[in-house]
């Protein structure tokens, strides 16, 4: 081996006096192109073989393994013992920084403060907010939803005790947001001591999210609240109920949502304020900005491009319910 590299060296040192002895003679390389290269074509024939074979194999690889993986998923997934299909890359916050649109900053061009709306008309709101991105605040808008009186933890303890299959629904469908908190999953939470659950001093605090995809569970929260006023008729409410539930301190750490459609969220119980961060491309026109949401208000806020942070006041526990629109 070595011997092969030092002969190498000597062939490059040797080649290098000689070309440079010629060109002192006045004869370029281009002058002899046409007898040298011939004596190095065979590898690079060679060579390009290897690059071709190479690209086919993994462009073969790649199609036969979608292939199988859209064949043989539900297979797979019995195999592997896993819940759904995974993803070759996790959706994760790098993930979700490096796949996301840069804004054009419309969004928060001009605001110095979150806009504040009283009895905005479904036009009205379609016109300004509903897909523009524009944060805005709705006053008083839940109205005589049932919810301002019935919702209490105690009230999302027996709903999902009851409920047959409530719990695992959020364990394998759709998400738990334990927060700062020591629960695993939204039985904990339920599970914590009444102490606890009511602030007791001494106990440690507590802040989750959750969202819902048992339908038992969806039918009878919304016999508790209606479809906010001021949504587009022609919109689509999603499925999807999300709650935030806990006590004074901080809630959600700063974040970006991959949820792709704008949100709403109903402050059923207790006060909240928000911190919105536009994206960092319009940093120079745009500024952070804050908004403190009230019982009855709703705030609509698309997650997806701006980043949020929420902290709670002291006092009632807050309780907020919400879901996306189109
Ligand atoms: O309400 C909260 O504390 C956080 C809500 C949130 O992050 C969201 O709705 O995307
Ligand atoms: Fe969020």
Redesign the pocket.
């Given at each position: 081996m070595m011997d092969k590299v030092k002969a190498k060296v000597d062939l490059v040192d040797k080649y290098r006096t000689l070309a440079e002895k010629a060109k002192e003679k006045g004869v370029e390389f281009t002058d002899v192109k046409h007898i040298l290269l011939p004596t190095f074509q065979v590898d690079y024939k060679k060579r390009r073989r290897i690059k071709v074979c190479l690209f086919v194999t993994v462009f073969l690889v790649g199609v036969l393994s979608s292939v199988a993986a859209y064949f043989f998923k539900d297979a797979l997934e019995d195999a592997l013992d896993i819940g759904s299909f995974p993803c070759l890359i996790e959706n994760n916050e790098l993930t979700i920084e490096m796949a996301r649109p840069l804004s054009t900053c419309d969004l928060c061009k001009n605001l110095d403060s979150v806009p504040v709306e009283h009895g905005i008309s479904a036009k009205e709101f379609k016109r300004k907010f509903a897909y523009s991105s524009i944060p805005v605040l709705i006053k008083d808008a839940t109205g005589d939803w049932l919810a301002m009186s019935t919702f209490s933890y105690d009230f999302l303890k027996k709903l999902y005790t009851e409920k047959e299959g409530a719990f695992n629904s959020v364990d394998q469908q759709c998400q738990f947001f334990p927060y700062k908190t020591d629960f695993s999953t939204l039985r904990d939470a339920f599970n914590m001591s009444d102490a606890r659950a009511n602030f007791s001093e001494g106990e440690a605090p507590w802040y989750i999210?959750w969202s819902n995809c048992n339908n038992e569970v969806k039918n009878e929260l919304r016999n508790h609240y209606e479809r906010p006023y001021f949504l587009p008729n022609d919109s689509e409410s999603s499925s999807l109920d999300?709650i935030?539930m806990g006590g004074s301190g901080p809630?959600?750490l700063i974040?970006l949502?991959y949820v792709q459609r704008p949100?709403w969220?109903a402050q059923i119980s207790g006060k909240?304020t928000w911190t919105l961060i536009p994206p960092p491309e319009c940093e120079k026109v745009c500024k952070a900005l804050n908004v403190t949401v009230h019982k009855g208000d709703i705030f609509v806020i698309d997650?997806n491009v701006w980043y949020?942070s929420?902290f709670i006041h002291p006092g009632e526990i807050s309780i907020?319910i919400?879901s996306e629109y189109d």
């Open positions: 999210g999300w935030f809630g959600a974040h949502d949100s969220q909240k997650t949020h929420t907020t919400g």
